[in-house]
């Protein structure tokens, strides 16, 4: 006993369905490039400012602890925007200088 909704279900859908989701996925693509873009822009301006201020500081305790601090910053913003790769990429970083990793 058919009622015609599984005709429905099994349909591709019209060209006009098609059309539109085409467009979705065009759309999500440009938003997600948007945010990765943002991302870089924000990474360039952290890496100005500090070729800036570092070279002024005495000691290195200053630039070390100030770059900790913005690798922690830099993968909350990472992941906030939807750049999945840098917060694999940074998680790998910090890893790989904590104290508690051994070397492989």
């Given amino acids: 006993m058919s009622n015609g909704f ?3 279900i099994s349909a591709k859908g ?6 539109i989701e085409k467009l979705e996925n065009e759309l999500q693509r440009e938003k997600e490039g948007r ?3 943002r991302f870089v822009a ?10 800036a ?3 002024s500081m005495e000691s290195w305790g200053g630039p070390v602890s100030i770059l900790i601090i913005q ?4 993968i909350v913003a ?3 925007m939807g750049v999945d790769v840098i ?4 998680d790998k970083i910090l890893n790989a200088v904590s104290p508690d990793s051994k070397p492989k």
């Fill in 87 to 90: 917060v694999t990429w940074l």
């Fill in 6 to 8: 599984d005709q429905i």
């Fill in 78 to 80: 990472a992941n906030r």
């Fill in 35 to 37: 945010q990765e873009d």
């Fill in 53 to 55: 201020a570092f070279p």
């Fill in 42 to 51: 924000l990474l360039i301006t952290v890496m100005i400012i500090d070729l």
């Fill in 14 to 19: 019209t060209v006009k369905d098609q059309q």
């Fill in 71 to 74: 690798l922690f910053l830099l």
